[in-house]
């Protein structure tokens, strides 16, 4: 997490939300990949943390399905995201901040743990919690 959190420092330097997020292969161990929120720098709606992180981890692996994988992010996934990480076939996702207002993994929706689809990643929430949140709340103030 605590690597998630210094991306989601590179985001807010950049001028976006600080949100970040990691993508650890299934042994737990090794960085496969990075990604902090880019929509302003790229003007590209879809460039949250989580998306570029996947993207990336894919193209190390040389394949779409993370098996194995787990994601961990500063915010609780959206539900743009959250379709992502489960199409993704990830392992587990690990978040620090709930967010009440998009969450897509036990706050608002629970697109992750939706019985109805065909995989359903392991939730492991409130990892540096307090500090995850105390970014965003300081970034939204300053603004």
Sequence with gaps: MRLALA???RAALGGDVPVGAV???PDGTTVLATGHNEREATGDPTAHAEILALR?????????RLTGCT??????????CGGALQQSRL??????ARDDKAGAAGSLWDVLRDRRLNHRPEVIEGVLAEECGRLLTDFFRDR
């Design 91 to 96: 392992d587990r996702v690990v978040y620090g």
């Design 7 to 9: 991306e989601a420092g």
């Design 56 to 64: 990336r981890a894919a193209r190390v692996l040389g394949e779409w």
């Design 71 to 80: 994601l961990v992010v500063t915010l609780e996934p959206c539900t743009m």
């Design 23 to 25: 993508v650890l292969s």
